[in-house]
Nanobody, 121 residues
Framework: QVQLVASGGGLVQPGGPLRLSCAASGSIVGINAMGWYRQAPGTQRELVATISRGGSPNYADSVKGRFAIARDNARNMVYLQMNSLESEDTAVYYC???????????????WGQGTQVTVSS
């Protein structure tokens, strides 16, 4: 089994920072891309940021310059540092990782349970 557990969400004032963490555990041989997605009420889930195994990041235009994604390959973790938060950033944030469970299979996507981020005064 593979499990992704996201943490770090909460209530923050506009302009404030918040850091999300996601830990992957279980039967894992390798992890390729990791990333964060979010879903606000009444909207579709959207990409926030992804990071390759080698550390190359990719950001949605709406978060460029405010958010930073990082990963720790030794610990199978991915982080999202969110700065200058806006009310429009309010959503449930999900982590995702493309994971290989055995040496003879490919990479498959796994999702975390989601963590709520609310930006409000």
């Amino acid at each position: 089994q593979v499990q992704l557990v996201a943490s770090g969400g909460g209530l923050v004032q506009p302009g404030g920072p918040l850091r999300l963490s996601c830990a992957a555990s279980g039967s894992i041989v390798g992890i390729n891309a990791m990333g964060w997605y979010r879903q606000a009420p009444g909207t579709q889930r959207e990409l926030v940021a992804t990071i390759s195994r080698g550390g190359s990041p990719n950001y949605a235009d709406s978060v460029k310059g405010r958010f930073a994604i990082a990963r720790d390959n030794a610990r199978n973790m991915v982080y999202l540092q969110m700065n200058s938060l806006e009310s429009e950033d309010t959503a449930v944030y999900y982590c995702k990782a493309d994971i290989r469970r055995t040496p003879w299979t490919g990479y498959y996507p796994y999702w975390g349970q989601g963590t709520q981020v609310t930006v409000s005064s």
